[in-house]
């Protein structure tokens, strides 16, 4: 069996948007931010269409699970669902700090895995620990994310994460590095501690320096094909790839 851990890469995030917004040849340039009306008109009269039907929903809550579905939808038809008894516990917005505490949850309950893969992630990821009411809040998202906080995080810890995540930025990238080096220290001694086997997957060619030391899989080729030259993702090509994606890792695992 194998265990993915991982990133939005490993959710296909963005492949439905030619089917939300009934554009085929939409990019990630589309504004799909919540502070969007023309998105929320477009994903919400995409749910009402497709699966309103199956179930009573109220009108406050269609945005928010019509965002849920979009999520489900798309996880399903990711490259780690096309690959044999693989279980995919990847996060939005996953850091080390974030990929240490999934897979040590997947261990806690279940079966040592044959495999580890892990995806990298956009380095502008930021995950922090925090501490509200007693409780124990691991909290990840892009710096530039200010409103998508995870369900199971009260609003006041997030607002802590977001205090916390503006004063770490403040002391600089030479501390943010750091702090990188050391979550992923602490997840490759967790690892070998519970002698994992484990392999990395890169999709980000700025990431190939840092995870240098690893025979990783190498799946930038990728991104280069569903990517414009204006740095947006085709969305469509994204979709395509999945399948290929998933075979190019089953030949190199």
């Known amino acids: 069996m194998i265990l993915l851990l991982g990133n939005c890469i490993a959710l296909g995030e963005h492949t439905l948007l030619p089917e939300i917004t009934g554009n085929p040849n939409v990019t990630t340039k589309h504004d799909y931010s919540l502070t969007s009306r023309k998105w929320r008109k477009e994903i919400s009269s ?18 928010r699970t019509a965002l849920k579905e979009k999520q489900k939808q798309e996880k399903k038809s990711a ?14 917005g996953a850091t080390f700090l ?7 949850m997947y261990l806690e309950k279940n079966q040592k895995p044959d495999l580890v893969l892990i995806t990298d992630f956009p380095f502008e990821n930021r995950g922090i620990v925090i501490h509200h009411n007693q409780q124990k809040f691991i909290i990840e ?14 609003k006041q810890a997030y607002q802590k994460f977001l205090d916390k995540r503006k004063l770490q930025e403040k002391v600089g990238e030479t ?30 060619k700025k990431n190939k320096n840092f995870f240098a ?3 990783y899989i190498d799946c930038t080729h990728f991104v280069d094909q569903f990517t414009n030259s204006d740095d947006y993702q085709l969305c469509a090509k994204k979709l395509e790839l999945q399948k290929p994606i998933a075979e190019y890792i089953k030949k190199h695992i």
């Open 46 to 63: 995409w749910f009402l269409k497709k699966y309103h039907n199956q179930q009573k929903i109220a009108d406050k809550e269609i945005l």
């Open 79 to 92: 490259f780690p669902n096309y690959i044999k008894d693989c279980v995919n516990v990847s996060t939005y």
């Open 98 to 104: 974030g990929i240490h505490q999934q897979c040590k």
């Open 141 to 154: 998202n892009p710096i530039y994310f200010v409103d998508d906080y995870p369900e199971f995080v009260p």
């Open 175 to 204: 501390f943010i590095n750091k702090k990188r080096q050391k979550s992923y220290k602490l997840l490759i001694k967790f690892l070998h501690h519970h002698n994992l086997k484990y392999k990395f997957v890169i999709f980000y």
């Open 213 to 215: 030391e690893h025979n």
